[in-house]
């Protein structure tokens, strides 16, 4: 039907405002050369205004055919639902949003690649080889080219799959790491985000069922034949032995007696020398102090003169001893059948059964975590100059002759 406004009044016309055409097309004016046509709807109970153009580039009659096109799509008819064409445009210009964010975000390997760099200077030789080559080898291939809204859970699962019974260790840190690269490049005010790489009850179902594991223990020296070993360790050569040594007299992890340092040796410490392993060759990646023993600063007194390395213990290229140098110490020797590990199981018997120190000094000495709170506060205290009283015990435990002494200790 025709409408109310004329050809003329539309060209002549200046005063801000709507002027209204009939069903539902409007004239809208806000300035002397801004003009523009809009289709008025309603639609879910909520008023629509429907752009049609500029009156430049839209004449009436042309505004007058887009409104009812739009009009029929709105109200729709027998074989087509009618749309809400504002909600709909919004739609479609989100989506092309989201498309353009998705195309311009970085992939998973990218992301990877970036955490790696920021850490690497903290990070140990063994997480520094460690982490892209796992990453690399599990991780990429499934989705390396993904980016992080892309991965799903099931993207986890697949390439989870094939080690989680045969590469046990393996699978475990490969999840940790992608689901820590994931959480770090995650929105955090996302309150919906649900990290996929969380072993949730959901993938832990999916995944092979586990068999059991079997606790084996470090094979280890029994304390009462310490004493006779730690003789026949000094009558040893070589730097691995010396190494060795150490050790025991620490009882420190293997690890970190081949990252030691001179630098973190300290021997103006007031009460005594002390050895601080920084928290990043820690299992545990707190720092750890530990209290030195007369003979353990013998041993490193021996080994000082004509130093060059920043490292303590070296191979004779100079550069650091591999983890199995030890090992290879107690086979030549013919103690093929304990570990070096289990030496740290030796000072743990004789330190229950043969002194009365606390559960707190004693497990601060192996650098352990503890599950009750209190213990916990009790290592984080230090004690130093207990465990330092109980380094000193030890180490004059096994220079002994071998037998069992009762110490006292509080």
Not at 93 to 120: G, S
Not at 135 to 157: D, V
Not at 225 to 230: D, K, N, Q, T, V
Request: hydrophobic share 35%.
């Amino acid at each position: 039907m025709p409408g109310k406004l004329k050809p003329l009044d539309v060209e002549r016309e200046m005063k801000p405002g709507k002027y209204a055409d009939g069903d539902g097309l409007y004239l809208i004016v806000t300035g002397p050369a801004a003009k523009s046509w809009s289709y008025r709807y309603w639609k879910g109970g909520k008023e629509r205004w429907h752009g049609l153009g500029s009156f430049k580039d839209v004449s009436l009659k042309n505004a007058r055919l887009a409104r009812d096109a739009a009009r029929l799509r709105v109200k729709g008819d027998r074989n087509t639902a009618g749309v809400d064409i504002v909600q709909e445009r919004r739609d479609a210009r989100q989506e092309a949003k989201a498309v353009e964010a998705q195309n311009a975000a970085p992939t998973f390997e990218e992301c990877a690649e970036v955490y790696i760099r920021a850490q690497w200077s903290t990070w140990s030789e063994k997480h520094r080889d460690q982490w892209p080559s796992s990453l690399k080898r599990y991780a990429y291939p499934t989705i390396g080219k993904l980016t992080i809204a892309e991965i799903k859970p099931s993207h986890i699962h697949q390439l989870l799959e094939p080690i989680w019974l045969t590469k046990r260790e393996t699978a475990n840190r490969v999840r940790g790491r992608i689901e820590t690269i994931i959480a770090r490049n995650a929105n955090i005010d996302d309150s919906d985000f649900r990290n996929p790489a969380e072993l949730t009850k959901q993938l832990r179902e999916k995944l092979p069922k586990r068999p059991k594991r079997v606790i084996r223990h470090h094979p280890a020296l029994p304390y009462a034949e310490a004493a006779r070993f730690m003789s026949e360790l000094r009558a040893a050569e070589g730097r691995a032995a010396m190494a060795l040594r150490f050790l025991i007299f620490t009882v420190c992890r293997t690890n970190e007696i081949v990252g030691a340092k001179w630098s973190e040796i300290d021997r103006t410490f007031p009460t005594g020398a002390v050895w601080r392993i920084p928290g990043e060759r820690m299992k545990m990646d707190q720092d750890h102090c530990v209290p030195l023993s007369q003979p353990a600063l013998d041993v490193l007194d021996g080994l000082s003169k004509g130093q060059q390395s920043e490292l303590i213990f070296t191979n004779p290229d100079g550069q650091e001893f591999s983890e199995n140098a030890m090992l290879a110490v107690l086979d030549r020797m013919g103690y093929g059948h304990v570990t070096v590990h289990g030496f740290r199981a030796t000072f743990a018997t004789w330190a229950e059964e043969c002194t009365d120190y606390p559960d707190g000094v004693r497990e601060a000495a192996l650098a352990h975590k503890y599950k009750s709170e209190t213990t916990a506060a009790y290592q984080r205290g230090a004690k130093l100059e207990k465990r330092r009283a109980l380094m000193s015990d030890w180490a004059n435990f096994i220079r002994a002759p071998s037998k069992v002494i009762q110490l006292a200790r509080g």
